[in-house]
């Protein structure tokens, strides 16, 4: 502004600048800012002014003018750090993000409105990984600046390790393949098409799983995608081969087959501790005989084993290959949580009293029977059972 100054003894009125030699040359523009009532919300981000207190000040404002709102947009660096055998790749699409303030009136009192925000510039992403041939790629990490999904920092984009395809796997004659990955089973080895639809496995197959990722910890509804706990929802398959897939981190089991009206017979062997195993033969009417060996479900806080064999209406035999009791029912007899009345439990002679003590089997101790007294094949998923001497 204008102001009236005095040098050397002379006045001078309505000032607008001052204009003083410098000792090393030239001159010098004073001006008197005081009045100054812009703040760097208000001044272009990229230009620059004097603020009341005489600062040297850069604008901030990148809106267009009608609102004290800013949209601030800052540059944030992306590391893509790329993972052997397959190519990670990102796309970003900007979204405002931000809060805005609402202002309110009362009574009589007069209110200047004014919008005002907080907002910034923030990113959604896609990651995309393209795996090489022969490999299944891994699964895409972000790490850094997120908030609520959105990138509004500088962060890092990698992917956990490929996984190799196995190609040293036999698959028995006459069996259909199938592929194990990550908790879902696929129609081909690069894991592109799920198996979501019983349309998809022709009644009557034979079927092999080969397991890719090998980090699968639950078959849950596997052959049962619908999840429809109903007769004839899961998969119709004859025989289901089990032995290649990895079992060590696998805890449940739960409705694995339910539904399926055509399978025979199953081999599991080489199941650990599971810890969910309810409805796992549900409604499998065709189902005439089970292998269990080293499978445990006796430490679990609750044993639940609702129509684990139940619905098998014609389940001859239950094989528990193991001389610890480590697997049981609810109840022998239980009608939904037991074994079927024509079922016999096959157990090693050396442990055929404690199975028949046991308080979850002892209900059915006249059916526990040692299966030495019966020849038992098992091969390529099948399990078949004949007394010796028949």
Same mark, same amino acid.
């Given at each position: 502004?204008?102001?009236?100054? *005095? #040098?050397?003894?002379?006045?001078?009125?309505?000032?607008?600048?001052?204009?003083?030699?410098?000792? !090393?040359?030239?001159?010098?523009?004073?001006?008197?800012?005081?009045?100054?009532?812009?703040?760097?919300?208000?001044?272009?981000?990229?230009?620059?002014?004097?603020?009341? %207190?005489?600062?040297?000040?850069?604008?901030?404002?990148?809106? !267009?003018?009608?609102?004290?709102?800013t949209v601030t947009a800052t540059p944030y660096k992306v590391t893509i750090q790329q993972v052997p055998h397959q $190519?990670?790749?990102?796309?970003?699409?900007?979204?405002?993000?931000? $809060?805005?303030?609402?202002?309110?009136?009362?009574?009589?009192?007069?209110?200047?409105?004014?919008?005002?925000?907080?907002?910034?510039?923030?990113?959604?992403?896609?990651?995309?990984?393209? =795996?090489?041939?022969?490999?299944?790629?891994?699964?895409? /990490?972000?790490?850094?600046?997120?908030?609520?999904?959105?990138?509004?920092?500088?962060?890092? #984009?990698?992917?956990?390790?490929?996984?190799?395809?196995?190609? %040293?796997?036999?698959?028995?004659?006459?069996?259909?393949?199938?592929?194990?990955?990550?908790?879902?089973?696929?129609?081909?080895?690069?894991?592109? /098409?799920?198996?979501?639809?019983?349309?998809? &496995?022709?009644?009557?197959?034979?079927?092999?799983?080969?397991?890719?990722?090998?980090?699968? @910890?639950?078959?849950?509804?596997?052959?049962?995608?619908?999840?429809?706990?109903?007769?004839?929802?899961?998969?119709?398959?004859?025989?289901?081969?089990?032995?290649?897939?990895? *079992?060590?981190?696998?805890?449940?089991?739960?409705?694995?087959?339910?539904?399926?009206?055509?399978?025979?017979?199953?081999?599991?062997?080489?199941?650990?501790?599971?810890?969910?195993?309810?409805?796992?033969?549900?409604?499998?009417? !065709?189902?005439?005989?089970?292998?269990?060996?080293?499978?445990?479900? /006796?430490?679990?806080?609750?044993?639940?084993?609702?129509?684990?064999?139940?619905?098998?209406?014609?389940?001859? @035999?239950?094989?528990?290959?193991?001389?610890?009791?480590?697997?049981?029912?609810?109840?022998?007899?239980d009608s939904d949580r037991g074994i079927p009345s024509q079922t016999k439990v096959l157990v090693p002679k050396a442990?055929?009293?404690?199975?028949?003590? %046991?308080?979850?089997?002892?209900?059915?101790?006249?059916? &526990?029977? =040692?299966?030495?007294?019966?020849?038992?094949?098992? *091969?390529?998923?099948?399990?078949?059972?004949?007394?010796?001497?028949?």
């Amino acid at each position: 502004m204008k102001v009236d100054v *005095k #040098i050397a003894g002379a006045s001078y009125s309505e000032v607008p600048a001052v204009l003083i030699p410098l000792k !090393s040359g030239g001159k010098a523009r004073f001006c008197e800012v005081s009045d100054t009532t812009a703040k760097a919300a208000d001044v272009a981000k990229g230009k620059t002014f004097y603020d009341a %207190d005489g600062n040297y000040t850069a604008g901030t404002n990148t809106g !267009s003018g009608g609102s004290t709102s800013t949209v601030t947009a800052t540059p944030y660096k992306v590391t893509i750090q790329q993972v052997p055998h397959q $190519t990670i790749s990102a796309s970003f699409t900007p979204q405002v993000a931000g $809060t805005i303030n609402t202002l309110a009136k009362s009574g009589n009192e007069t209110l200047n409105l004014e919008s005002e925000a907080t907002l910034g510039i923030s990113y959604a992403f896609k990651t995309k990984i393209t =795996p090489d041939a022969g490999w299944i790629g891994g699964k895409a /990490v972000v790490s850094g600046k997120l908030e609520d999904g959105l990138i509004c920092g500088d962060v890092t #984009i990698t992917a956990s390790e490929a996984i190799q395809i196995p190609t %040293d796997i036999t698959v028995p004659e006459g069996y259909t393949t199938v592929y194990l990955g990550q908790n879902k089973l696929y129609q081909d080895q690069g894991l592109t /098409v799920e198996l979501t639809s019983k349309r998809q &496995i022709e009644a009557n197959s034979k079927i092999y799983v080969m397991d890719v990722t090998r980090n699968s @910890y639950t078959l849950l509804n596997l052959f049962c995608p619908s999840k429809s706990n109903n007769v004839g929802t899961g998969f119709d398959e004859k025989y289901v081969d089990l032995s290649g897939i990895s *079992k060590s981190l696998i805890t449940s089991l739960g409705s694995l087959f339910l539904g399926n009206s055509n399978l025979e017979s199953a081999d599991m062997s080489g199941f650990g501790d599971i810890e969910g195993i309810y409805s796992l033969f549900a409604y499998c009417k !065709s189902l005439k005989c089970v292998y269990f060996d080293t499978l445990r479900n /006796v430490g679990n806080a609750t044993i639940n084993t609702y129509h684990t064999f139940s619905t098998c209406t014609a389940l001859e @035999y239950l094989i528990l290959d193991n001389v610890n009791v480590d697997f049981v029912v609810e109840g022998g007899t239980d009608s939904d949580r037991g074994i079927p009345s024509q079922t016999k439990v096959l157990v090693p002679k050396a442990a055929l009293e404690a199975y028949k003590a %046991d308080s979850h089997w002892k209900s059915v101790a006249d059916r &526990i029977l =040692p299966m030495e007294d019966f020849d038992i094949v098992r *091969k390529d998923g099948a399990v078949s059972v004949t007394p010796k001497g028949a």
